[in-house]
């Protein structure tokens, strides 16, 4: 997944989605967009949802 830019909504990114690999051994990472520098965020990965969920102010882009 390489996904557009996800913004903030009252400070808090929550973004779920739909697994179709059906693997819970994925590795899945996020970078703020400005630097691309990787950032720390609650990642939870199931066969059936990846759901990531962070505190930001910035832009920031998932890459699986």
């Given at each position: 997944?390489?996904?557009?830019?996800?913004?903030?909504s009252d400070g808090v990114v929550?973004?779920?989605?739909?697994?179709?690999?059906?693997?819970?051994d994925l590795v899945v990472t996020v970078k703020?967009?400005?630097?691309?520098?990787?950032?720390?965020?609650?990642?939870?990965?199931?066969?059936?949802?990846?759901?990531?969920?962070?505190?930001?102010?910035?832009?920031?882009?998932?890459?699986?």
């Amino acid at each position: 997944v390489n996904n557009t830019a996800l913004t903030p909504s009252d400070g808090v990114v929550t973004w779920t989605i739909s697994n179709t690999l059906a693997s819970a051994d994925l590795v899945v990472t996020v970078k703020e967009v400005s630097t691309g520098d990787e950032v720390g965020v609650d990642i939870r990965v199931s066969s059936s949802n990846i759901v990531i969920k962070f505190n930001a102010t910035k832009l920031f882009k998932v890459v699986a």
